[in-house]
Structure formats: structure tokens, C-alpha cells
């Protein structure tokens, strides 16, 4: 199975500062296909998961233009340029290069 | 607007079965895979099965913690997806989350219902 590894575990942030969450994949993300299935994923409080990214840096309908993601092969990177409130949650990276899909621990990230 | 919704949680015995269901709409629900999801209380989030659209002969992918207890189907003519779920055990408390996939991720996600198993 790929072991995704979520860096920071936590993230206490100040409004309007940025924050950056790493992922590191134990093998390479890249299909035979030639895609990079590594999505990311939102968990408010109380509420499902929400896709933010997929296939590494491109924003899924509705997202705002804050978040950004970035990375090949086994180093993936998700940032947000200027947290809000509602940015509060925890985030979620996850393959789906090969079965069985698996996600990284998730980063909690939360105002300072 | 894209819709899942899952239903058929409950409390039920160790041992026991119990079927869930994903109620889609929005979309034309044959043409996609559909996924399964669980998060325990206070846990992070693992992925439990995968079902291929018909025009890959609805084949099937499970987690090995389920295989062989889980089964995941679907009916195209209801726009429904199933997770029946047998000789369930205590470790399988928890949300379970009905997902489409589009080819590129898990896009829509329901908002989930809780499976507890207790005796």
C-alpha cells in the first residue's frame, strides 16, 4: 500500500497569513496513464469532507483562488495564501494513483 | 446541482448485517464510478471500496479490512449505490460516505451516516 505523510500534524495560524501543508507519498504518484491522482481534501467541524484539489494543483468548482497545490512524483504541497475563519478544519491529502487508495493523517489547521 | 445521500445507518450487534444506500442526483449516474468511505469517531478518513461505471462492466476494488464481509453494487435504473455490510464487528463503528468519482477524484461527498456496531 502507498503511505501518505501529512507535515505539520497541526497548524495554528494567524488571519490573513499563509499556511502550507506538505504531503510525501512512499512511491511515485504517477499513473501509467500519465496523470498524478493526489487530491486534497477539506474537513470543517461537524462536516463531510470536501474536495478542495485533484490531480495536484487543479481547484475543484467553488474553490477559492487562495488554494493552491503544487508537487510531482512523491512531494505534493497544498497553500493557502491568506487564511480565514472559515479555512478552519482538517485537511486531508489522498491517492488514488492505485488501489487501495490511502490518505495522508490529516493537518489541523486553526487560528492562532 | 450534484447529490449523494446516504441512508440505512443504525445501531446493530456484532455479527449482525445491514445494507446502506447512496441515493444520487444531478447527474447521470451510470456513466460513474462510485466510492465507499468510513471515518471512526475522532479518526481520520480511510477508503473502503469502488465500484466502475457500466462501461467497465461495474467492476469492483475493497479495502482488505472489508473484503470478503463488504459488497458494494448499484442500480442505474434508481440511481442508487449500495454497501452491504455482513459480520460486522465493533472496529467497524463509524461514518460511512458515499462519494462519485469523475475520473480525475472523489468529487461529491453525502453527508454521511453513522454505523454503530455494539452489543
Known amino acids: 500500500d502507498i503511505v501518505m505523510t501529512q507535515t505539520p500534524l497541526s497548524s495554528p495560524v494567524t488571519l490573513g497569513q499563509p499556511a502550507s501543508i506538505s504531503c510525501r507519498s512512499s512511491?511515485?504518484?504517477?499513473?501509467?496513464?500519465?496523470?498524478?491522482?493526489l487530491s486534497w481534501l477539506q474537513q470543517r467541524p461537524g462536516q463531510p469532507p470536501r474536495l478542495l484539489i485533484y490531480?495536484?494543483?487543479n481547484r475543484f468548482s467553488g474553490v477559492p483562488d487562495r488554494f493552491s497545490g503544487s508537487g510531482a512524483g512523491t512531494d505534493f504541497t497544498l497553500k493557502i495564501s491568506r487564511v480565514e475563519t472559515e479555512d478552519v478544519g482538517v485537511y486531508y491529502c489522498?491517492?488514488?494513483?492505485?488501489?487501495?487508495?490511502?490518505f495522508g493523517q490529516g493537518t489541523k489547521v486553526e487560528i492562532k | 446541482e450534484v447529490q449523494v445521500v446516504e441512508s440505512g445507518g443504525g445501531l446493530v450487534q456484532p455479527g449482525q448485517s445491514l445494507r446502506l444506500s447512496c441515493t444520487a442526483s444531478?447527474?447521470?449516474?451510470?456513466?460513474?464510478?462510485m466510492s465507499w468511505f468510513r471515518q471512526a469517531p475522532g479518526k481520520g478518513l480511510e477508503w473502503i471500496g469502488f465500484?466502475?461505471?457500466?462501461?467497465?462492466?461495474?467492476?469492483?476494488e475493497y479495502a482488505a479490512s472489508v473484503k470478503g464481509r463488504f459488497a458494494i453494487s448499484k442500480d442505474d435504473s434508481k440511481s442508487i449505490a449500495y454497501l452491504q455490510m455482513s459480520s460486522l464487528k465493533t472496529e467497524d463503528t463509524a461514518v460511512y460516505y458515499c462519494?462519485?468519482?469523475?475520473?480525475?477524484?472523489?468529487?461529491?461527498w453525502g453527508q454521511g451516516t453513522l454505523v454503530t456496531v455494539s452489543s
Open positions: 462519494t462519485r468519482y469523475s475520473g480525475s477524484s472523489v468529487d461529491y
Open positions: 444531478g447527474f447521470t449516474f451510470g456513466e460513474y464510478a
Open positions: 465500484i466502475r461505471g457500466k462501461a467497465y462492466g461495474e467492476t469492483k
Open positions: 512511491q511515485s504518484l504517477v499513473h501509467s496513464d500519465g496523470n498524478t491522482y
Open positions: 490531480k495536484i494543483s
Open positions: 489522498m491517492q488514488a494513483t492505485q488501489f487501495p487508495w490511502t
